[in-house]
């Protein structure tokens, strides 16, 4: 079963092509790692998925089924790159409720998706801590844990490692591979493939608007040279990581 597909998606803003044609399919439980160079299109890809932006034309399936943005809103979740931007609330815990207060769920319900969260993303210990006290990778582990909290269908990341360092950089690493593990959909837009690529079952590359690969990642990884992006050299598909190091 597909988690999320598109059929002959296209976007034109200002009758400039931003990408076009783009048939993915993405298995339900898939860890894929969407990969091009800037500008190829992989961020407004990502709003139309989510539901942010509506594409020119094409479809957007979830579970087999077309929906419209108002259904991905709720079932995609899209996690930007200046997430940690985004936390406002006085505390961990109060930031993580924040989406699941929104679509007006009980107390108790509440309080469990963010326990539950909270617990995924190793962050409760810092439940009752201010957002400004925290450091950039525990940031974005709040901001993962607040969209865990909505129980998406899909999780998408844009630049999940970008400006954090080394050991910041295995935390969020790590609570992918532990939500992939737990059986979320998980798509990551990324520059820096080879510090995960190891733990992905799924590779998507898009260049100049068009998606040119989407299949097996230890299949596909030796052609990323052929696209402009980095590899290490002389490393087998399993070295791509730095869980690994
Ligand atoms: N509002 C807009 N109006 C016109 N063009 C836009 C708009 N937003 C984005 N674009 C163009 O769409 C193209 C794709 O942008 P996008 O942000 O999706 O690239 P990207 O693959 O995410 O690149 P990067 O790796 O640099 O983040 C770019 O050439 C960009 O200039
Ligand atoms: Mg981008």
Redesign the pocket.
């Known amino acids: 079963m597909m988690a999320l597909e598109t059929e002959k998606l296209s976007l034109r803003i200002n009758n400039r092509i931003i990408f076009d044609d783009v048939n993915l399919s993405l298995p339900r439980g898939a860890f894929a790692s969407l990969l091009g160079r800037n500008g190829a299109g992989?961020?407004q890809l990502l709003r139309c998925l989510k539901g942010l932006r509506r594409p020119t034309s094409g479809k957007i399936l979830v579970d087999g089924v077309e929906t419209t943005e108002k259904e991905r809103i709720r079932k995609i979740a899209l996690v930007f790159q200046s997430a940690e931007m985004q936390i406002v609330s006085e505390s961990v815990e109060r930031d993580i409720a924040f989406g699941p207060v929104n679509l007006g769920l009980d107390k108790a319900e509440v309080e469990k998706r963010v326990e539950d969260a909270m617990s995924l993303m190793d962050l409760k210990e810092k439940a009752k801590e201010r957002p400004g006290t925290l450091s950039g990778g525990e940031l974005r582990k709040t901001a993962i844990a607040g969209v865990l909290a909505m129980k998406p269908d899909v999780i998408m990341l844009?630049?999940p490692f970008a400006n954090l360092d080394y050991p910041s950089t295995l935390t969020v690493i790590k609570a992918l591979v532990d939500l992939h593990e737990k059986g979320f959909t998980l798509l990551v837009?990324t520059h820096e493939a080879e510090k995960f690529l190891a733990h992905t079952d799924t590779l998507l590359v898009m260049k100049e608007g068009k998606l040119v690969e989407n299949g097996p990642s230890g299949e596909l990884y030796e052609k990323l040279p052929s696209y402009d992006i980095y590899l290490p050299r002389h490393v087998r598909f399993g070295e791509l990581s730095w869980l690994n190091a």
């Open positions: 992989k961020s844009d630049e837009v």
